[in-house]
């Protein structure tokens, strides 16, 4: 059910359960809303025998929680958040009560019967939302903060919770405010063909803002694959080693492996994270020559795993690695543009300083015209080079070419947005050369805004906002 946070809603007063469900040391329900503190007092008794509502902002109290046959059923912390310094901006009740699952529900059901309601998916960060102690793009942070997996994808989110992304909108928008103010006004003074706005200036301006936006919306291959995991495929020939390198990255038996041709028909998958990076490696079913249905099946989804893919390990067997080159480069390098292609020639243990020459050789000539390419040998039966292998993975990612403040974005929703923004400005550009009537500049630079808005919830809808709160969980 979709929560319309109208005026009557944000005056009630709502509680949840906010650390993970089931059983532990502790559990801490949130209360939130006009009557938090009210409410709390009449289920909780403080150990020096002072009501909350007589207590000190931002302090935490121990005392027991009453059950209404007024038996104790809890000593616990309450931790007292007045409005409007609290995490929702209004006043706020966080009590820390020991992990059982009957004493969470009962404490919720005492609260819910002294006048509480069960909050809704998210209510508490839309609340900060609406009460703006967050944009939306902070809150949606929140969210990315709570499945953070790796260092990076840790460090993105609180980037962004911190406001760093919509600092960077918010200069944007205000520059274009000013400009389409001094456009709009000329409209007024038709007549007399004034220009208020130097349209060299605007002219600049625009390029700048075309620019940081362009900058923005390119970052986010790089954000979505850290926040969901870099897509990595194993392509290869039957029986080159991509099941056993497979198992050596995620350190288990994860793939089947066996000497006969064929073993892997479909695509396997696992995550592992290097460095703070999480990667998700793919392994495939091996390319080659098949009149088996099932194993077509196998290779034609290999396909769509290697378009998908930003990093691929094309792993050849060493020992006939001229064969398997000569056969699958066409069918694989002409896909592998845009990517980083890492040509790994395995089972080298079995080959000797001569050959390794002549494959270092022939990977120079294949590469020549391709950037974004590695070699590297490696034996996984023997586990030889996989730390080097692992190295590479996370240099290629080159998350230190991005500095500590560089924004990068990470959400589909914002991606839209800018890609919609970036239509406009440039449409705003292409006016300016060709001469365009300050009406139709003002309404381009007006959509650029509007999207830029969309993003940090200038610009929203009830529509929008029930669909990325309802993903949260409750109690946040």
């Known amino acids: 059910m979709e929560l319309e946070l109208n005026k009557n809603l944000l005056e009630e007063t709502i509680c949840a359960i906010s650390t993970a469900p089931g059983r532990g040391g502790i559990a801490v329900i949130r209360v939130s809303g006009p009557e938090a503190i009210g409410i709390t007092d009449r289920i909780f008794h403080a150990a020096n025998g002072k009501p909350l509502a007589q207590a000190k902002p931002n302090t935490a109290h121990y005392g027991s929680i009453i059950a209404d046959d007024g038996k104790p059923l809890d000593d616990v912390i309450a931790t007292l958040f007045v409005a409007p310094h609290s995490f929702t901006g209004e006043d706020t009740l966080e009590i820390s009560c020991h992990g059982s699952l009957y004493i969470q529900q009962q404490i919720i059901a005492l609260l819910l019967r002294k006048g509480c309601r069960l909050a809704q998916p998210g209510e508490f960060t839309r609340r900060a939302f609406t009460n703006g102690k967050l944009d939306l793009s902070q809150a949606e942070a929140v969210a990315d903060l709570i499945a953070s997996t790796s260092a990076a994808s840790h460090r993105l989110a609180m980037q962004q919770m911190r406001g760093g992304f919509s600092r960077e909108l918010a200069r944007l928008r205000e520059q274009l405010l000013t400009f ?21 200036k605007l002219t600049d301006l625009a390029c700048e803002i075309e620019r940081v936006i362009k900058r923005l919306s390119d970052s986010f291959n790089l954000g979505n694959a850290i926040k969901n995991g870099v897509p990595t495929a194993i392509i290869g020939e039957t029986n080159a080693g991509k099941s056993t390198l497979l198992n050596r990255l995620v350190k ?30 793919i392994d495939t079913a091996g390319i080659r020559e098949t009149r088996d249905t099932i194993e077509s099946m196998g290779i034609e989804r290999t396909y769509q795993k290697l378009d998908q893919a ?17 056969e699958l480069s066409e069918k694989i390098l002409p896909r592998c543009h845009g990517k980083h292609l890492i040509i790994a020639f395995n089972k080298v243990d079995k080959i000797d300083d001569s050959t390794r020459q002549q494959l270092t050789r022939l990977y120079e000539r294949l590469t020549r015209e391709m950037p974004h390419t590695s070699l590297l040998f490696l034996s996984a ?43 406009a400005i440039q449409r705003t550009l292409d006016g300016l050369q060709s001469g365009l009537s300050g009406d139709f500049l003002a309404q381009d630079i007006r959509e650029c805004m509007h999207y830029l808005g969309e993003i940090t919830g200038q610009i929203s809808t009830d529509e929008i906002l029930g669909t990325i709160f309802s993903k949260f969980c409750i109690g946040k």
């Open 252 to 281: 288990e038996e994860r793939a089947l492996v066996s000497d006969i041709h064929g073993t892997t028909r479909d695509v396997i998958e696992d995550t592992v994270v290097l460095q703070g990076i999480t990667f998700r490696f």
């Open 180 to 200: 389409v103010s001094l456009v709009e006004l000329e409209l007024d003074f038709s007549e007399e063909e004034v220009e208020f706005a130097d349209r060299k």
């Open 381 to 423: 039966s023997h586990n030889q080079n996989i730390d080097t292998l692992e190295s590479l993975l996370t240099e290629t990612v080159n998350l230190s070419d991005n500095a500590e403040n560089d924004i990068i974005v990470t959400n589909a929703r914002h991606y839209e947005a800018l890609m919609h923004a970036h239509n």
């Open 310 to 326: 930003t990093i691929v390990i094309w792993l050849i067997d060493a020992t006939h690695a001229p064969q398997e080159i000569e």
